[in-house]
Each structure stands twice: as structure tokens, then as C-alpha cells.
């Protein structure tokens, strides 16, 4: 049996649908970031469904999705890394309470 692109597509848009609801909602720097990595890992998906349905024999998508999860381990890198100066300056990772750059 044979995946159909729909599934994809739904699937991916669910989880878009969730990281955005993520970064609207929520104050915690955390779960900011694993609402950046659910709204990268639908675009995978996304990237992958579209690869699969129109050029199977190819592997464009799957190269795209490599670079596109380097890149997203290396944000969540990065940003754990300013979330962890933060809560060592603030004692807290409340999203409101970083005005660091503010005077």
C-alpha cells in the first residue's frame, strides 16, 4: 500500500498548526524552541511527501530535509546556549521578562 500525498500534506499541516499555536501561546523559552523545531520537522515532512509524489527516483527533497534538520540542530544548539546566559543572568526563561536590550 502505497502512501498518498494527502496524508503527507494533513500530517504536516497538523503539525504546523501545533508550532504555531506553540509560539502564539506560550511564554516559556523551551517550548518556544520545540514549537520552531515542530513547524522545521513539518516542513520535512512537507519536503519529503512532495519529493516522494513527483520525482521518486530522485533524492532532492531528502537532500533538502539534511539540510534543513542541520540547520535546525544548530538553532537548537545555538539557542539553548542564549536561553542558559539568560537564566544564569535573570534566574528565570519567562519570555516576557527578557528586556535585556531594552535601556
Known amino acids: ?8 500534506l494533513l500530517l504536516a499541516a497538523a503539525l ?8 502564539i501561546t506560550s511564554r516559556n523559552a523551551v517550548r518556544v524552541l520545540m514549537s520552531i523545531e515542530l513547524l522545521l520537522n513539518s ?13 521518486p ?7 533538502f ?3 534543513v534538520l542541520t540547520i535546525a540542530a544548530a ?3 545555538v539557542g539553548l546556549a542564549i536561553i542558559l546566559a539568560i537564566y544564569r543572568n535573570r534566574d528565570t526563561i519567562d519570555m516576557e521578562k527578557f528586556n535585556l536590550l531594552k535601556w
Do not use: K, P, W
Not at 1 to 8: A, G, K
Not at 43 to 55: A, R, T
Not at 57 to 63: A, F, K, L, Y
Open 1 to 8: 500500500m502505497e502512501l498518498q500525498l494527502q496524508y503527507f
Open 57 to 63: 527516483d530522485n533524492i532532492r527533497g531528502q537532500v
Open 16 to 23: 504546523f498548526c501545533i508550532g504555531i499555536y506553540g509560539l
Open 43 to 55: 516542513v520535512n515532512i512537507n519536503l519529503m511527501g512532495f519529493s516522494n509524489y513527483l520525482d
Open 65 to 67: 530535509t539534511i539540510f
Open 75 to 77: 538553532e537548537a544548539a
